[in-house]
């Protein structure tokens, strides 16, 4: 099969709304129409289930809460994990930092609808009913913004 082929099957399928969702068709053009990815996605600076050991370690009533951090451009997202709570932080420098209004925080996930939290003037804030699973946090502010790579909690 070539490529005009291929196009011409894919272009079939998104045409057919029995097919493929509205949720999935938005988010397949904005894929597309994301240019600079590289320039915009937050790097995963810290994982601690990717640390050595993190598989064996264990606390009471079973493991460790989850921490992960992200960055971008001066913000950081600070995550931590304990069963279906998920407490947060955002942090920036610059002119980041120096924003009087509260950020708004999303938590994206592939199959599902958004959980969205607003922080407080500390940058703290709390989800509960956090489920396992691939998800994604977007991170907006006036007129910044942090959107992290995809991770499976």
Do not use: K, Y
């Not at 057919?16 to 995963?44: C, G, I, Y």
């Not at 931590?80 to 420098?93: P, R």
């Amino acid at each position: 099969m070539n490529d005009d082929e291929l196009m011409a099957l894919l272009g079939e399928a998104v045409a057919d709304e029995t097919a493929v969702s509205e949720r999935r068709r938005t988010a397949a053009r904005a894929a597309f129409t994301w240019r600079s990815v590289d320039a915009e996605l937050a790097e995963l600076l810290h994982d601690s289930a990717l640390e050595a050991g993190a598989a064996v370690r264990s606390g009471p009533g079973g493991a460790e809460p989850r921490t992960l951090s992200f960055g971008h451009s001066g913000l950081t997202l600070e995550i931590e994990v304990d069963g279906e709570v998920l407490l947060g932080q955002v942090i920036g420098t610059g002119e980041a930092a120096s924003a009087s209004e509260p950020a708004s925080v999303l938590l994206e996930r592939p199959d599902a609808d958004a959980q969205s939290a607003e922080t407080d003037a500390g940058g703290f804030f709390r989800l509960e009913g956090v489920r396992s699973g691939t998800v994604r946090f977007v991170v907006e502010q006036g007129g910044w913004s942090l959107t992290t790579p995809w991770v499976t909690l």
